[in-house]
Structure formats: structure tokens, C-alpha cells
């Protein structure tokens, strides 16, 4: 008979742990006790969990030393535990769920991150149901019993996502994700269906390999008609920065004045890394589709595929945090690290 599923909860913060400020009526994060006393269901699985909790917060506060924080939980328990559940903030859940994705290599256990858009404390909440569902997956092992999932996924109401492919798309909706490029690895409903094939099946080596170096020097430009030549100018040279996540039109457009396609070729030849992702949320980067994402191609701006922003810029945090040239960046970014893209060759 297998032993008891034992879990390891990591509490960070967020709107599931949140009570309102009597003064202000503000929701403000709160103590891990006044959330796990609102689930006195937890009782009936039969489960061994522990908690760690962490000084809780807005994830809006989110920042790299709480991401190593979370990486430093999960390796120094990973031997003692089956599965981690990461109590999160939505606000920023989509870019824990993508760093960490990241930072821990070789994972082969289970990390669910979830949340509430009501609080836990709240009639309506859906804070219970996601963490009692978070557990039970956690908890789950196939037939060999081996864990049914082994990456960093997202459950929230119906559906479980892959961390790195996921991004928080409503503010309301208790549906909060969504992956609009890859399939929901799991369906939430009268049982929890499991998509065999979304799932992460890499056979990675056992021993589970931790980065915590992420490098800060990163930053993220948008594209709008009106974007200027000063304005563009001067985000291009900001000081000490490595990286940029340049987000384009459709499927990796971007302006063709010569002034625009000189400005990101000095860049480039300046050694930033520039990766371009689509503004849409659906789709990818397909530069040899239009003559204009050719000619930003021609600039050496890499093309990021199907990156979800929360991906793309994490990633670019990772891989300077290796500490590797810029080159060597570039060519990491299209190479899939945890499942978080596709590569699509079109003609
Ligand atoms: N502001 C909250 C947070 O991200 C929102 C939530 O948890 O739903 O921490």
C-alpha cells in the first residue's frame, strides 16, 4: 500500500489569505492560521501536510528575493515531500509561476500554484475549493505511483494550467488563467481530468538542480502608434540594461521607418538581447510573414514564438542570471527550458 500523500504548503500571501482593515476596508494580507481554520475540509483527506509561511504579502509586491525564497523552500523539503502547493497572489502568480519554472531544473514533483479572487474568509469564496483541489493534485500518482504531474502548474477553478504557459486574464471571473497557447493540463469538475498528453512527460534526471541567480536587468517596451523616435530613444539606452521583451504588433510586426529599424539594430550591436513577443494573446511570432517582421528580424531582435510576456521576461532574467554571454542568451531564449513554447516552422 502507498504511504500517505505528504504535502508541503508554502503561503506567500495574496487575496485567498486576506482580511479587510476595519478603518479602511481595504483587503491586507494576514496570517496562514486564520486561512487554514477557514478549511476545516482539509481534515477529511488524508493527507500529512506541513506549512512553511513567509512574511504574506500583496503579490503585487512580488520581487526575485521571494522567488528564491520559494525555490529555497521546495529544494530544502523536496526529498521529504510528494507534492508543494504555493499559496499566491493572482496578480503576479502567472511570473512566480514562470521564474520558478525556471529556477528549478530537473523538477519531477508536483509544485501547484493557486489563490482566491474572494478571500478566504468570505461566503462566496473560491479560496476553499482551489486549495482543496491544489492538494488533491498534488496528492495525485499514477498507476507506478509516480506523481501524475511533474512541473509547475496553476490551478485555479475548472482548470489546471502549465506555470509558464499561463497568464491571469480577469480580474472577476473565479476562471482568473488561461493559457491561450497550450492545452489546460488538467479539467476541474465532478472528478479532476487530467490531459495525458498536455502533461510534462521529459524524463529529467532525479536529483533536482536549483538557480537562484535572476538578473534584474531587464525591461519590457511596448509598441503603439505614436511611439516616437526620443521617446523609443531613450528607453533603447537605458542604463545597465541587458535585456528587452519588446512587444509587437500580430505575429511579430513592428514599425519599418529607418529610424525605428536603426535604433533597435544599435541595440542589438550594442550586445542587448531584444526578444520579441506578441501583444496579442493568442499566437506567436512568425517574423517571415510580413515583410515587417522581416525587417525587425534583420535586426537581430530574436523572435520569442508563442513566450507569454510572463515567460519571455523571466526567462531573460534566468538565463543573464547564468551569467552567460549575450549571444549565448539569445540563443537560449528559443530553446524550451520547462515546456514554455512552441516551436513553429512556417513558410
Ligand atoms: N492583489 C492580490 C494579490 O495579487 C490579488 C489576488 O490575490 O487575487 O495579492
Same mark, same amino acid.
Given at each position: 500500500?502507498? /504511504?500517505?500523500?505528504?504535502?508541503?504548503?508554502?503561503?506567500?500571501?495574496?487575496?485567498?489569505?486576506?482580511?479587510?482593515?476595519?478603518?479602511?476596508?481595504?483587503?491586507?494580507?494576514?496570517?496562514?492560521?486564520?486561512?487554514?481554520?477557514?478549511?476545516?475540509?482539509?481534515?477529511?483527506?488524508?493527507?500529512?501536510?506541513?506549512?512553511? *509561511?513567509?512574511?504574506?504579502?500583496?503579490?503585487?509586491?512580488?520581487?526575485?528575493?521571494?522567488?528564491?525564497?520559494? =525555490?529555497?523552500?521546495?529544494?530544502?523539503?523536496?526529498?521529504?515531500?510528494?507534492?508543494?502547493?504555493? #499559496?499566491?497572489?493572482?496578480?503576479?502568480?502567472?511570473?512566480?509561476?514562470?521564474?520558478?519554472?525556471?529556477?528549478?531544473?530537473?523538477?519531477?514533483?508536483?509544485?501547484?500554484?493557486?489563490?482566491? *479572487?474572494?478571500?478566504?474568509? !468570505?461566503?462566496?469564496?473560491?479560496? !476553499?475549493?482551489?486549495?482543496? $483541489? /491544489?492538494? *488533491?493534485?498534488? /496528492? =495525485?500518482?499514477?498507476?507506478?505511483?509516480?506523481?501524475?504531474?511533474?512541473?509547475?502548474?496553476?490551478?485555479?477553478?475548472?482548470?489546471?494550467?502549465?506555470?509558464?504557459?499561463?497568464?491571469?486574464?480577469? +480580474?472577476?471571473?473565479?476562471?482568473?488563467?488561461?493559457?491561450?497557447?497550450?492545452?489546460?493540463?488538467?479539467?476541474?469538475?465532478?472528478?479532476?481530468?487530467?490531459?495525458?498528453? /498536455?502533461?510534462? %512527460?521529459?524524463?529529467?534526471?532525479?536529483?533536482?538542480? $536549483?538557480?537562484?541567480?535572476?538578473?534584474? %536587468?531587464?525591461? +519590457?517596451?511596448?509598441?503603439?502608434?505614436? #511611439?516616437?523616435?526620443?521617446?523609443?530613444?531613450?528607453?533603447?539606452?537605458?542604463?545597465?540594461?541587458?535585456?528587452?521583451?519588446?512587444?509587437?504588433?500580430?505575429?511579430?510586426?513592428?514599425?519599418?521607418?529607418?529610424?525605428?529599424?536603426? =535604433?533597435?539594430?544599435?541595440?542589438?550591436?550594442?550586445?542587448?538581447?531584444?526578444?520579441?513577443?506578441? *501583444?496579442?494573446?493568442?499566437?506567436?511570432? %512568425?517574423?517571415?510573414?510580413?515583410?515587417?517582421?522581416?525587417?525587425?528580424?534583420?535586426?537581430?531582435?530574436?523572435?520569442?514564438?508563442?513566450?507569454?510576456?510572463? +515567460?519571455?521576461?523571466?526567462?531573460?532574467?534566468?538565463?543573464?542570471?547564468?551569467?552567460?554571454?549575450?549571444? !549565448?542568451?539569445?540563443?537560449?531564449?528559443?530553446?524550451?527550458?520547462?515546456?514554455?513554447?512552441?516551436?513553429?516552422?512556417?513558410?
Amino acid at each position: 500500500m502507498l /504511504a500517505k500523500p505528504r504535502i508541503l504548503i508554502i503561503y506567500t500571501g495574496g487575496t485567498i489569505g486576506m482580511i479587510e482593515d476595519p478603518s479602511t476596508k481595504a483587503l491586507k494580507p494576514y496570517d496562514f492560521s486564520h486561512l487554514i481554520d477557514n478549511v476545516p475540509k482539509i481534515k477529511m483527506l488524508d493527507y500529512e501536510i506541513d506549512n512553511i *509561511q513567509f512574511n504574506p504579502i500583496d503579490s503585487s509586491d512580488m520581487d526575485l528575493d521571494h522567488w528564491k525564497l520559494m =525555490a529555497r523552500a521546495i529544494a530544502e523539503n523536496y526529498e521529504n515531500y510528494d507534492g508543494f502547493v504555493v #499559496l499566491h497572489g493572482t496578480d503576479t502568480m502567472a511570473y512566480t509561476a514562470s521564474a520558478l519554472s525556471f529556477m528549478l531544473t530537473n523538477l519531477n514533483k508536483p509544485v501547484i500554484i493557486t489563490g482566491s *479572487q474572494l478571500p478566504i474568509g !468570505e461566503v462566496r469564496t473560491d479560496g !476553499e475549493e482551489n486549495l482543496i $483541489t /491544489a492538494l *488533491q493534485i498534488a /496528492a =495525485a500518482r499514477d498507476l507506478y505511483g509516480a506523481p501524475t504531474v511533474r512541473e509547475v502548474a496553476i490551478l485555479f477553478e475548472n482548470y489546471l494550467w502549465r506555470g509558464n504557459r499561463a497568464t491571469k486574464r480577469s +480580474a472577476d471571473n473565479f476562471n482568473a488563467f488561461k493559457s491561450n497557447n497550450y492545452p489546460a493540463l488538467a479539467k476541474i469538475g465532478l472528478g479532476i481530468h487530467f490531459d495525458l498528453d /498536455a502533461l510534462n %512527460h521529459v524524463e529529467r534526471p532525479s536529483k533536482l538542480v $536549483t538557480h537562484y541567480e535572476l538578473d534584474p %536587468h531587464v525591461m +519590457a517596451i511596448d509598441l503603439f502608434p505614436g #511611439l516616437s523616435e526620443k521617446v523609443l530613444r531613450h528607453m533603447l539606452n537605458t542604463p545597465d540594461i541587458k535585456g528587452i521583451v519588446l512587444r509587437t504588433y500580430g505575429t511579430g510586426n513592428a514599425p519599418t521607418w529607418g529610424w525605428f529599424v536603426e =535604433a533597435l539594430r544599435e541595440t542589438v550591436e550594442r550586445g542587448v538581447v531584444i526578444l520579441n513577443v506578441t *501583444q496579442c494573446v493568442n499566437g506567436g511570432v %512568425h517574423t517571415n510573414r510580413y515583410e515587417s517582421g522581416e525587417i525587425l528580424a534583420g535586426t537581430g531582435v530574436v523572435p520569442g514564438h508563442d513566450l507569454t510576456f510572463e +515567460a519571455a521576461i523571466t526567462k531573460m532574467m534566468f538565463l543573464f542570471g547564468l551569467g552567460i554571454d549575450p549571444k !549565448e542568451v539569445a540563443r537560449r531564449l528559443v530553446v524550451p527550458i520547462a515546456g514554455e513554447l512552441t516551436l513553429v516552422h512556417r513558410h
